[in-house]
Protein backbone atom coordinates (compact mmCIF):
# COMPACT_ATOMS: atom_id res chain seq x y z
CA UNK A 1 0.00 0.00 0.00
CA UNK A 2 1.64 3.22 -1.19
CA UNK A 3 0.35 5.55 1.79
CA UNK A 4 1.80 3.25 4.41
CA UNK A 5 4.87 3.21 2.69
CA UNK A 6 4.90 6.36 2.08
CA UNK A 7 3.83 7.32 5.78
CA UNK A 8 7.13 4.93 7.12
CA UNK A 9 9.64 6.66 5.28
CA UNK A 10 8.68 9.99 6.67
CA UNK A 11 8.69 8.76 9.77
CA UNK A 12 11.88 6.94 8.66
CA UNK A 13 10.28 3.51 9.99
CA UNK A 14 9.05 -0.28 8.97
CA UNK A 15 5.78 -0.38 7.09
CA UNK A 16 4.34 -2.61 9.72
CA UNK A 17 3.79 0.13 11.90
CA UNK A 18 -0.07 0.68 12.60
CA UNK A 19 -1.54 3.26 11.29
CA UNK A 20 -4.80 4.92 10.92
CA UNK A 21 -6.74 5.08 8.21
CA UNK A 22 -9.67 7.84 7.09
CA UNK A 23 -12.04 7.80 5.23
CA UNK A 24 -13.17 11.28 3.59
CA UNK A 25 -13.26 12.51 6.89
CA UNK A 26 -10.82 13.05 9.45
CA UNK A 27 -11.12 14.61 12.84
CA UNK A 28 -9.41 16.16 16.31
CA UNK A 29 -6.50 14.43 17.96
CA UNK A 30 -4.69 15.74 20.71
CA UNK A 31 -1.17 14.85 21.65
CA UNK A 32 -0.85 13.51 25.11
CA UNK A 33 2.62 13.23 25.09
CA UNK A 34 5.13 14.51 22.19
CA UNK A 35 4.94 12.49 19.20
CA UNK A 36 6.18 13.19 15.56
CA UNK A 37 3.44 12.45 12.86
CA UNK A 38 2.95 11.78 9.37
CA UNK A 39 0.17 12.51 6.90
CA UNK A 40 -0.19 10.73 3.71
CA UNK A 41 -2.68 9.15 1.26
CA UNK A 42 -5.48 11.56 0.65
CA UNK A 43 -5.05 14.99 1.02
CA UNK A 44 -6.74 16.76 3.84
CA UNK A 45 -6.67 19.96 5.28
CA UNK A 46 -4.38 19.92 8.31
CA UNK A 47 -3.84 22.30 11.37
CA UNK A 48 -1.79 21.92 14.32
CA UNK A 49 -3.16 24.00 17.07
CA UNK A 50 -4.57 26.58 14.15
CA UNK A 51 -1.91 26.73 11.73
CA UNK A 52 -1.95 24.70 8.39
CA UNK A 53 0.40 22.11 8.05
CA UNK A 54 1.88 19.77 4.67
CA UNK A 55 0.36 17.11 3.60
CA UNK A 56 3.00 14.18 2.54
CA UNK A 57 5.60 15.52 4.91
CA UNK A 58 6.01 14.42 9.07
CA UNK A 59 5.21 17.31 12.16
CA UNK A 60 6.27 17.23 15.76
CA UNK A 61 3.02 17.28 17.40
CA UNK A 62 4.07 18.63 20.95
CA UNK A 63 2.41 17.59 24.52
CA UNK A 64 -1.07 19.02 24.86
CA UNK A 65 -1.22 20.28 21.27
CA UNK A 66 -4.42 19.33 18.87
CA UNK A 67 -3.89 18.22 15.27
CA UNK A 68 -7.32 19.14 13.15
CA UNK A 69 -8.01 16.86 9.87
CA UNK A 70 -10.89 18.28 7.85
CA UNK A 71 -12.77 17.24 4.79
CA UNK A 72 -10.75 15.10 1.87
CA UNK A 73 -9.48 17.49 -0.62
CA UNK A 74 -8.11 14.82 -2.98
CA UNK A 75 -8.76 11.55 -3.06
CA UNK A 76 -10.11 8.77 -0.68
CA UNK A 77 -8.49 7.24 2.03
CA UNK A 78 -6.42 9.07 4.03
CA UNK A 79 -3.30 8.19 6.92
CA UNK A 80 -2.29 9.34 9.95
CA UNK A 81 0.98 7.61 11.03
CA UNK A 82 2.76 8.37 14.45
CA UNK A 83 6.40 7.58 15.40
CA UNK A 84 6.61 4.25 17.24
CA UNK A 85 2.91 3.61 15.39
CA UNK A 86 -0.01 2.81 16.57
CA UNK A 87 0.05 0.16 19.29
CA UNK A 88 -3.31 -1.37 20.36
CA UNK A 89 -3.87 -5.48 20.81
CA UNK A 90 -2.84 -7.41 18.08
CA UNK A 91 -5.71 -10.24 17.37
CA UNK A 92 -4.57 -12.96 14.92
CA UNK A 93 -0.93 -11.82 14.54
CA UNK A 94 -2.53 -7.76 13.18
CA UNK A 95 -4.11 -4.86 14.52
CA UNK A 96 -6.04 -4.43 11.36
CA UNK A 97 -9.94 -4.24 11.43
CA UNK A 98 -11.97 -6.39 9.20
CA UNK A 99 -15.49 -4.78 9.90
CA UNK A 100 -17.90 -7.08 8.65
CA UNK A 101 -16.27 -10.22 10.54
CA UNK A 102 -16.05 -7.69 13.65
CA UNK A 103 -12.08 -7.55 14.04
CA UNK A 104 -10.67 -4.51 15.22
CA UNK A 105 -13.03 -1.02 16.15
CA UNK A 106 -13.95 1.88 14.24
CA UNK A 107 -12.01 4.98 16.22
CA UNK A 108 -14.55 6.58 18.20
CA UNK A 109 -14.60 10.39 19.48
CA UNK A 110 -13.06 9.73 23.21
CA UNK A 111 -10.81 6.91 21.98
CA UNK A 112 -7.10 6.48 23.61
CA UNK A 113 -4.55 5.63 20.89
CA UNK A 114 -1.78 3.84 22.81
CA UNK A 115 1.39 4.94 20.76
CA UNK A 116 4.22 2.39 20.64
CA UNK A 117 7.91 3.97 21.80
CA UNK A 118 9.66 6.04 19.28
CA UNK A 119 13.22 6.02 18.55
CA UNK A 120 12.87 9.07 17.04
CA UNK A 121 14.06 10.36 13.86
CA UNK A 122 13.68 13.92 12.10
CA UNK A 123 10.68 15.84 11.32
CA UNK A 124 9.95 18.25 8.70
CA UNK A 125 10.25 15.87 5.74
CA UNK A 126 7.93 15.67 2.54
CA UNK A 127 7.67 13.51 -0.80
CA UNK A 128 6.39 14.88 -3.62
CA UNK A 129 2.72 14.43 -4.11
CA UNK A 130 1.92 10.96 -6.10
CA UNK A 131 -0.69 11.46 -9.29
CA UNK A 132 -2.79 8.52 -7.86
CA UNK A 133 -5.99 10.49 -7.11
CA UNK A 134 -7.94 10.87 -9.93
CA UNK A 135 -8.22 8.14 -11.64
CA UNK A 136 -6.45 7.22 -15.11
CA UNK A 137 -5.22 3.99 -16.15
CA UNK A 138 -4.90 0.97 -14.31
CA UNK A 139 -2.74 -2.06 -15.64
CA UNK A 140 -4.13 -5.33 -15.00
CA UNK A 141 -3.02 -9.06 -15.39
CA UNK A 142 -5.02 -11.88 -17.13
CA UNK A 143 -6.11 -14.28 -14.12
CA UNK A 144 -7.61 -17.66 -14.42
CA UNK A 145 -10.92 -16.82 -15.86
CA UNK A 146 -10.02 -13.75 -18.50
CA UNK A 147 -10.20 -16.29 -20.98
CA UNK A 148 -13.50 -17.61 -20.41
CA UNK A 149 -14.68 -14.24 -21.73
CA UNK A 150 -14.54 -13.65 -25.45
CA UNK A 151 -11.80 -11.68 -27.30
CA UNK A 152 -14.53 -8.90 -28.42
CA UNK A 153 -15.56 -8.74 -24.47
CA UNK A 154 -11.75 -7.71 -23.09
CA UNK A 155 -11.47 -5.22 -26.35
CA UNK A 156 -14.56 -3.49 -25.41
CA UNK A 157 -13.70 -3.94 -20.83
CA UNK A 158 -9.99 -1.72 -22.05
CA UNK A 159 -11.56 0.24 -24.72
CA UNK A 160 -14.33 1.37 -22.09
CA UNK A 161 -14.04 4.39 -19.82
CA UNK A 162 -15.06 3.72 -16.72
CA UNK A 163 -16.53 5.96 -13.80
CA UNK A 164 -15.94 5.08 -9.95
CA UNK A 165 -19.52 4.40 -8.30
CA UNK A 166 -20.32 6.02 -5.33
CA UNK A 167 -20.73 2.45 -4.02
CA UNK A 168 -17.68 1.34 -2.17
CA UNK A 169 -15.92 0.09 0.88
CA UNK A 170 -12.82 -1.58 1.70
CA UNK A 171 -14.51 -4.92 0.36
CA UNK A 172 -14.60 -3.43 -3.31
CA UNK A 173 -15.35 -0.71 -5.59
CA UNK A 174 -17.75 -0.37 -8.57
CA UNK A 175 -17.07 0.72 -12.03
CA UNK A 176 -19.74 1.79 -14.08
CA UNK A 177 -19.27 1.98 -18.15
CA UNK A 178 -21.73 3.13 -20.72
CA UNK A 179 -23.36 0.14 -22.81
CA UNK A 180 -24.65 -3.52 -22.48
CA UNK A 181 -22.00 -4.42 -19.70
CA UNK A 182 -19.25 -6.78 -19.87
CA UNK A 183 -20.98 -9.95 -19.05
CA UNK A 184 -20.40 -13.35 -21.10
CA UNK A 185 -23.35 -14.88 -21.83
CA UNK A 186 -22.11 -18.23 -21.15
CA UNK A 187 -20.58 -17.67 -17.98
CA UNK A 188 -23.61 -15.94 -16.00
CA UNK A 189 -23.12 -18.87 -13.10
CA UNK A 190 -19.46 -20.80 -12.81
CA UNK A 191 -18.10 -22.42 -10.28
CA UNK A 192 -17.51 -20.33 -7.02
CA UNK A 193 -13.72 -20.28 -6.86
CA UNK A 194 -10.83 -18.48 -4.63
CA UNK A 195 -10.72 -14.38 -4.45
CA UNK A 196 -7.07 -12.41 -4.39
CA UNK A 197 -7.15 -8.47 -3.77
CA UNK A 198 -7.03 -7.02 -6.92
CA UNK A 199 -9.41 -9.48 -8.92
CA UNK A 200 -12.36 -7.59 -11.23
CA UNK A 201 -15.32 -9.55 -10.96
CA UNK A 202 -18.21 -8.45 -13.56
CA UNK A 203 -21.45 -9.25 -11.51
CA UNK A 204 -24.72 -9.44 -12.70
CA UNK A 205 -25.20 -6.33 -14.00
CA UNK A 206 -22.57 -6.67 -16.57
CA UNK A 207 -20.35 -3.42 -14.73
CA UNK A 208 -16.93 -4.62 -12.79
CA UNK A 209 -16.20 -4.85 -9.12
CA UNK A 210 -12.63 -4.12 -7.98
CA UNK A 211 -12.31 -6.45 -4.77
CA UNK A 212 -10.08 -5.51 -2.09
CA UNK A 213 -8.32 -5.81 1.35
CA UNK A 214 -11.64 -7.19 2.76
CA UNK A 215 -12.95 -9.12 -0.16
CA UNK A 216 -14.33 -12.43 0.39
CA UNK A 217 -12.03 -15.44 -0.10
CA UNK A 218 -14.05 -16.69 -2.94
CA UNK A 219 -16.81 -16.07 -5.24
CA UNK A 220 -18.78 -17.24 -8.23
CA UNK A 221 -18.67 -14.17 -10.07
CA UNK A 222 -16.51 -14.41 -13.02
CA UNK A 223 -13.31 -12.71 -13.06
CA UNK A 224 -12.35 -10.68 -16.15
CA UNK A 225 -8.85 -9.43 -14.57
CA UNK A 226 -6.76 -8.51 -11.72
CA UNK A 227 -5.51 -5.62 -11.01
CA UNK A 228 -1.42 -4.67 -10.60
CA UNK A 229 -0.70 -4.70 -6.60
CA UNK A 230 1.10 -1.55 -7.69
CA UNK A 231 -2.16 -0.05 -9.66
CA UNK A 232 -4.53 -0.89 -6.88
CA UNK A 233 -4.04 2.46 -5.21
CA UNK A 234 -5.30 4.15 -8.25
CA UNK A 235 -8.72 2.33 -8.03
CA UNK A 236 -8.52 2.81 -4.48
CA UNK A 237 -7.84 6.31 -3.84
CA UNK A 238 -10.66 7.53 -6.76
CA UNK A 239 -12.93 9.71 -6.01
CA UNK A 240 -16.65 9.70 -6.82
CA UNK A 241 -17.09 10.23 -10.37
CA UNK A 242 -13.25 9.76 -11.48
CA UNK A 243 -12.82 8.22 -14.71
CA UNK A 244 -10.63 5.07 -15.01
CA UNK A 245 -9.61 2.70 -17.72
CA UNK A 246 -8.17 -0.99 -17.61
CA UNK A 247 -5.20 -2.06 -19.38
CA UNK A 248 -4.13 -5.30 -19.92
CA UNK A 249 -0.19 -6.75 -19.90
CA UNK A 250 1.30 -9.83 -19.92
CA UNK A 251 2.10 -11.88 -16.24
CA UNK A 252 5.53 -11.58 -17.21
CA UNK A 253 5.59 -7.85 -17.94
CA UNK A 254 2.70 -7.39 -14.73
CA UNK A 255 5.51 -8.98 -12.54
CA UNK A 256 8.04 -6.44 -14.08
CA UNK A 257 6.65 -3.69 -13.02
CA UNK A 258 5.68 -4.63 -9.97
CA UNK A 259 8.84 -5.88 -9.05
CA UNK A 260 10.09 -2.37 -10.01
CA UNK A 261 7.67 -0.94 -8.09
CA UNK A 262 8.28 -2.03 -4.84
CA UNK A 263 11.80 -1.09 -5.10
CA UNK A 264 10.61 2.32 -5.73
CA UNK A 265 8.24 1.99 -2.32
CA UNK A 266 11.16 0.75 -0.74
CA UNK A 267 13.49 3.37 -1.83
CA UNK A 268 10.41 6.20 -0.80
CA UNK A 269 13.02 7.31 1.92
CA UNK A 270 15.65 8.89 -0.36
CA UNK A 271 13.07 10.71 -2.56
CA UNK A 272 11.59 12.75 0.72
CA UNK A 273 13.40 15.87 1.12
CA UNK A 274 13.45 18.97 3.67
CA UNK A 275 10.26 20.80 3.84
CA UNK A 276 10.68 24.64 2.70
CA UNK A 277 8.52 26.66 4.64
CA UNK A 278 7.05 29.21 2.75
CA UNK A 279 8.36 33.05 4.59
CA UNK A 280 4.35 34.04 3.99
CA UNK A 281 3.25 31.39 6.41
CA UNK A 282 5.60 31.88 8.90
CA UNK A 283 4.40 33.52 12.18
CA UNK A 284 7.52 33.09 13.41
CA UNK A 285 8.98 35.20 11.09
CA UNK A 286 10.60 37.90 13.14
CA UNK A 287 11.91 35.19 15.39
CA UNK A 288 14.78 34.58 13.03
CA UNK A 289 17.46 36.18 12.02
CA UNK A 290 17.87 37.38 8.70
CA UNK A 291 20.32 39.95 7.94
CA UNK A 292 23.26 37.22 8.74
CA UNK A 293 25.60 37.45 5.98
CA UNK A 294 24.31 41.24 3.86
CA UNK A 295 26.70 41.80 1.27
CA UNK A 296 27.49 45.14 -0.29
CA UNK A 297 25.96 45.65 -3.62
CA UNK A 298 29.05 47.60 -4.66
CA UNK A 299 31.97 45.69 -3.06
CA UNK A 300 33.86 43.27 -5.34
CA UNK A 301 32.32 40.81 -3.86
CA UNK A 302 35.19 38.34 -2.75
CA UNK A 303 38.90 39.13 -3.01
CA UNK A 304 40.24 36.10 -4.37
CA UNK A 305 43.58 36.88 -4.29
CA UNK A 306 43.98 36.81 -8.61
CA UNK A 307 45.07 39.68 -10.64
CA UNK B 1 -12.38 -26.59 -25.12
CA UNK B 2 -10.81 -26.77 -21.60
CA UNK B 3 -9.13 -29.90 -19.97
CA UNK B 4 -8.94 -30.83 -16.50
CA UNK B 5 -7.15 -30.67 -14.24
CA UNK B 6 -5.46 -27.31 -15.12
CA UNK B 7 -2.95 -24.87 -13.71
CA UNK B 8 -3.75 -21.29 -13.60
CA UNK B 9 -2.15 -17.78 -12.10
CA UNK B 10 -4.67 -16.34 -9.91
CA UNK B 11 -3.19 -12.70 -10.31
CA UNK B 12 0.45 -12.29 -9.26
CA UNK B 13 -0.90 -13.97 -5.98
CA UNK B 14 -0.85 -17.81 -6.45
CA UNK B 15 -1.47 -20.74 -8.64
CA UNK B 16 -4.79 -22.54 -9.17
CA UNK B 17 -5.14 -26.05 -9.94
CA UNK B 18 -8.66 -27.12 -11.08
CA UNK B 19 -9.96 -30.62 -11.06
CA UNK B 20 -13.44 -30.06 -12.77
CA UNK B 21 -15.24 -27.15 -14.82
CA UNK B 22 -18.20 -27.77 -12.56
CA UNK B 23 -19.03 -28.71 -9.12
CA UNK B 24 -18.27 -32.62 -8.36
CA UNK B 25 -17.80 -34.78 -5.80
CA UNK B 26 -14.41 -36.53 -7.76
CA UNK B 27 -12.82 -33.30 -7.84
CA UNK B 28 -13.11 -31.80 -4.95
CA UNK B 29 -12.01 -34.51 -3.52
CA UNK B 30 -9.10 -34.85 -5.69
CA UNK B 31 -8.61 -30.77 -4.68
CA UNK B 32 -8.42 -31.91 -1.24
CA UNK B 33 -6.05 -34.74 -1.98
CA UNK B 34 -4.07 -32.62 -4.03
CA UNK B 35 -3.52 -29.90 -1.21
CA UNK B 36 -2.41 -32.28 0.95
CA UNK B 37 0.23 -33.82 -1.25
CA UNK B 38 1.67 -30.49 -1.91
CA UNK B 39 1.64 -29.18 1.62
CA UNK B 40 3.54 -32.12 2.92
CA UNK B 41 6.04 -31.14 0.37
CA UNK B 42 6.86 -28.18 2.06
CA UNK B 43 7.70 -25.81 -1.02
CA UNK B 44 9.31 -22.97 0.11
CA UNK B 45 7.66 -20.62 -2.97
CA UNK B 46 4.12 -21.36 -1.24
CA UNK B 47 3.50 -19.46 1.77
CA UNK B 48 0.10 -20.80 2.24
CA UNK B 49 -2.76 -22.99 0.40
CA UNK B 50 -6.75 -23.44 0.42
CA UNK B 51 -9.19 -25.31 -1.80
CA UNK B 52 -12.17 -24.40 -2.76
CA UNK B 53 -14.63 -26.66 -4.59
CA UNK B 54 -13.12 -28.03 -7.39
CA UNK B 55 -9.22 -26.53 -6.76
CA UNK B 56 -6.46 -26.20 -4.91
CA UNK B 57 -4.63 -22.88 -4.20
CA UNK B 58 -1.10 -22.32 -3.68
CA UNK B 59 -0.12 -18.50 -2.56
CA UNK B 60 3.07 -17.68 -4.21
CA UNK B 61 4.63 -14.79 -5.25
CA UNK B 62 4.96 -14.23 -8.96
CA UNK B 63 6.88 -11.58 -8.46
CA UNK B 64 9.97 -13.29 -6.69
CA UNK B 65 9.10 -16.77 -8.75
CA UNK B 66 7.71 -17.03 -12.17
CA UNK B 67 4.49 -19.15 -13.21
CA UNK B 68 6.24 -21.09 -15.72
CA UNK B 69 8.53 -22.67 -12.98
CA UNK B 70 5.49 -23.45 -10.21
CA UNK B 71 3.71 -24.48 -12.87
CA UNK B 72 6.23 -27.32 -13.84
CA UNK B 73 6.69 -28.16 -10.15
CA UNK B 74 2.61 -28.66 -9.49
CA UNK B 75 2.26 -30.42 -13.16
CA UNK B 76 5.22 -33.28 -12.31
CA UNK B 77 2.94 -33.77 -8.33
CA UNK B 78 -0.13 -34.07 -10.40
CA UNK B 79 1.46 -36.24 -13.03
CA UNK B 80 2.05 -38.69 -10.28
CA UNK B 81 -1.62 -40.49 -9.94
CA UNK B 82 -5.30 -39.95 -10.70
CA UNK B 83 -6.44 -37.59 -7.82
CA UNK B 84 -10.22 -38.28 -8.02
CA UNK B 85 -9.75 -41.31 -6.70
CA UNK B 86 -6.79 -40.27 -4.29
CA UNK B 87 -7.53 -41.39 -0.47
CA UNK B 88 -8.10 -37.97 1.62
CA UNK B 89 -5.25 -37.03 3.87
CA UNK B 90 -5.16 -38.69 7.13
CA UNK B 91 -5.63 -36.91 10.32
CA UNK B 92 -8.90 -34.94 9.42
CA UNK B 93 -11.60 -34.66 12.09
CA UNK B 94 -15.22 -35.96 12.44
CA UNK B 95 -17.05 -33.26 14.14
CA UNK B 96 -20.85 -34.04 15.69
CA UNK B 97 -22.53 -31.27 15.99
CA UNK B 98 -26.38 -30.85 17.78
CA UNK B 99 -28.37 -28.53 15.92
CA UNK B 100 -32.40 -27.67 16.52
CA UNK B 101 -33.96 -28.47 12.92
CA UNK B 102 -37.57 -26.83 11.80
CA UNK B 103 -39.50 -24.94 14.62
CA UNK B 104 -38.75 -21.07 15.30
CA UNK B 105 -35.33 -21.47 15.51
CA UNK B 106 -34.98 -22.83 11.43
CA UNK B 107 -38.30 -21.89 10.19
CA UNK B 108 -37.57 -23.44 6.80
CA UNK B 109 -37.08 -26.87 7.30
CA UNK B 110 -40.75 -28.01 6.07
CA UNK B 111 -40.41 -25.50 2.90
CA UNK B 112 -36.97 -27.44 2.06
CA UNK B 113 -38.41 -30.46 2.57
CA UNK B 114 -41.10 -30.17 0.98
CA UNK B 115 -38.87 -28.71 -2.03
CA UNK B 116 -36.84 -32.29 -1.61
CA UNK B 117 -39.99 -34.25 -1.92
CA UNK B 118 -40.00 -35.20 1.80
CA UNK B 119 -41.90 -34.77 4.94
CA UNK B 120 -40.26 -32.78 7.80
CA UNK B 121 -39.55 -36.73 9.54
CA UNK B 122 -38.05 -37.44 6.61
CA UNK B 123 -35.92 -34.04 6.10
CA UNK B 124 -34.27 -34.17 9.53
CA UNK B 125 -33.14 -38.15 9.33
CA UNK B 126 -31.73 -37.37 5.89
CA UNK B 127 -29.94 -34.10 7.22
CA UNK B 128 -28.98 -36.18 10.40
CA UNK B 129 -28.17 -39.58 8.76
CA UNK B 130 -25.70 -38.53 6.30
CA UNK B 131 -22.02 -37.74 6.88
CA UNK B 132 -21.23 -34.83 5.54
CA UNK B 133 -17.78 -33.49 4.14
CA UNK B 134 -16.45 -30.25 4.54
CA UNK B 135 -16.21 -29.61 0.82
CA UNK B 136 -14.43 -26.18 1.41
CA UNK B 137 -14.21 -22.84 3.72
CA UNK B 138 -15.20 -19.62 2.22
CA UNK B 139 -17.03 -16.79 1.62
CA UNK B 140 -17.01 -16.25 5.46
CA UNK B 141 -14.21 -16.60 7.61
CA UNK B 142 -14.06 -20.61 8.65
CA UNK B 143 -17.49 -21.10 7.02
CA UNK B 144 -17.93 -24.65 5.69
CA UNK B 145 -19.76 -25.35 2.75
CA UNK B 146 -21.34 -29.22 3.45
CA UNK B 147 -22.08 -32.21 1.23
CA UNK B 148 -23.34 -34.32 -0.65
CA UNK B 149 -26.92 -34.57 0.23
CA UNK B 150 -28.76 -37.26 -2.08
CA UNK B 151 -29.68 -36.07 -5.49
CA UNK B 152 -33.11 -35.29 -4.27
CA UNK B 153 -31.67 -32.79 -2.52
CA UNK B 154 -31.03 -30.38 -5.53
CA UNK B 155 -33.42 -27.44 -3.97
CA UNK B 156 -32.59 -24.50 -5.99
CA UNK B 157 -31.86 -20.84 -3.91
CA UNK B 158 -34.76 -19.36 -3.02
CA UNK B 159 -35.37 -16.32 -5.35
CA UNK B 160 -35.57 -13.95 -2.94
CA UNK B 161 -33.18 -13.45 0.08
CA UNK B 162 -33.78 -13.88 3.96
CA UNK B 163 -32.39 -10.81 5.35
CA UNK B 164 -30.71 -11.92 8.87
CA UNK B 165 -29.96 -15.53 8.87
CA UNK B 166 -27.99 -16.08 12.33
CA UNK B 167 -24.73 -17.63 13.10
CA UNK B 168 -24.58 -21.06 13.35
CA UNK B 169 -27.34 -21.45 11.27
CA UNK B 170 -27.91 -24.57 8.74
CA UNK B 171 -29.40 -23.81 5.65
CA UNK B 172 -29.76 -26.33 2.32
CA UNK B 173 -29.67 -25.91 -0.77
CA UNK B 174 -28.12 -27.25 -4.34
CA UNK B 175 -27.33 -30.63 -2.70
CA UNK B 176 -24.95 -28.76 0.38
CA UNK B 177 -25.24 -27.27 3.37
CA UNK B 178 -23.96 -24.56 4.67
CA UNK B 179 -22.86 -23.75 8.40
CA UNK B 180 -23.12 -20.04 8.86
CA UNK B 181 -19.98 -18.21 10.17
CA UNK B 182 -21.72 -15.12 10.75
CA UNK B 183 -25.04 -13.71 10.36
CA UNK B 184 -25.58 -13.09 6.58
CA UNK B 185 -28.43 -12.51 4.22
CA UNK B 186 -29.25 -15.61 2.18
CA UNK B 187 -30.79 -17.36 -0.84
CA UNK B 188 -30.65 -21.07 0.91
CA UNK B 189 -33.28 -22.04 3.36
CA UNK B 190 -32.62 -22.05 7.04
CA UNK B 191 -33.28 -25.87 8.42
CA UNK B 192 -31.67 -25.67 11.68
CA UNK B 193 -29.65 -24.15 14.14
CA UNK B 194 -26.67 -24.91 16.30
CA UNK B 195 -24.60 -22.95 18.35
CA UNK B 196 -21.42 -23.88 16.48
CA UNK B 197 -18.80 -20.84 15.85
CA UNK B 198 -16.68 -21.74 12.99
CA UNK B 199 -15.35 -18.37 13.53
CA UNK B 200 -12.69 -18.09 16.76
CA UNK B 201 -10.60 -15.03 16.53
CA UNK B 202 -9.33 -15.16 20.33
CA UNK B 203 -9.23 -19.00 20.28
CA UNK B 204 -5.35 -20.62 19.02
CA UNK B 205 -7.21 -22.31 16.01
CA UNK B 206 -9.47 -19.37 15.17
CA UNK B 207 -10.84 -22.14 12.02
CA UNK B 208 -12.05 -25.29 13.24
CA UNK B 209 -13.14 -26.99 10.58
CA UNK B 210 -10.86 -27.63 7.03
CA UNK B 211 -11.68 -28.73 3.64
CA UNK B 212 -11.99 -32.55 4.60
CA UNK B 213 -13.19 -32.76 7.98
CA UNK B 214 -16.56 -34.86 7.99
CA UNK B 215 -19.63 -33.24 10.26
CA UNK B 216 -22.60 -35.41 11.39
CA UNK B 217 -25.30 -33.42 12.73
CA UNK B 218 -27.70 -34.54 15.79
CA UNK B 219 -31.37 -33.47 16.16
CA UNK B 220 -31.65 -31.79 19.85
CA UNK B 221 -34.66 -30.20 21.19
CA UNK B 222 -34.96 -26.15 21.43
CA UNK B 223 -34.58 -26.09 25.25
CA UNK B 224 -31.08 -27.82 25.02
CA UNK B 225 -29.82 -25.78 22.71
CA UNK B 226 -30.39 -23.01 24.93
CA UNK B 227 -28.68 -24.95 27.59
CA UNK B 228 -25.59 -25.15 25.71
CA UNK B 229 -25.93 -21.56 25.18
CA UNK B 230 -26.14 -20.88 28.73
CA UNK B 231 -22.77 -22.42 28.84
CA UNK B 232 -21.23 -20.71 26.35
CA UNK B 233 -20.78 -24.13 24.91
CA UNK B 234 -21.67 -25.73 21.47
CA UNK B 235 -21.51 -29.59 22.21
CA UNK B 236 -19.35 -30.37 19.43
CA UNK B 237 -17.75 -33.45 19.69
CA UNK B 238 -14.07 -34.10 17.71
CA UNK B 239 -12.96 -37.08 16.78
CA UNK B 240 -9.61 -37.59 14.52
CA UNK B 241 -10.23 -39.70 11.84
CA UNK B 242 -7.43 -41.98 11.03
Known sequence: MRAVAENAALLGQSADHALLEMVGLGGVFEASETMRIALTGAAMAASIDGRAVVWDASHTLPTGARLELGAVREGTYAYLGIGGGITTERVMGARATHQSTGLGALVMAGDLLPVGTDPGGAVGWSLPRDQRFAGGTVRMVPSMQTHDFSKEIRDCFEAATFRRDPRANRQGVRFEADGAGFSNPDQLSVVSEVIVPGDIQIAGDGQPFVLLAESQTTGGYPRIGTVLPCDLPRVVQAPAGAALRFAFVTLEEGAEIEARARKTWAGLRKAATPLVRNPLEMQDLLSYRLTDGAISAFDVPLDTGEE | ?242
Not at chain 2, 44 to 52: C, G, L, N, V
Not at chain 2, 139 to 168: D, E, K
Request: hydrophobic share 45%; charged share 15%; proline share 7%.
Open chain 2, 1 to 242: MTTFPIIRSVGLSGVLVSFAPTATDAANRAAIAFRGAVDALDLPQIEESSSTLVSAFFRVDLVAYRFDAMRAALAEVLAERDWCDAPLPAGRTLWTVPAVFGGALAPQLEEAAEAAGLSAAEAVADLTGTRLRVLTIGFAPGQPYLGTLAPHWNIPRQVGLSPNVPQGALVAAVQQMCLFAKETPTGWRHVGQSAFRCFQPEAENPFPLSPGDEVQFTSISAAELARLQAHGTDGAVRQVLE
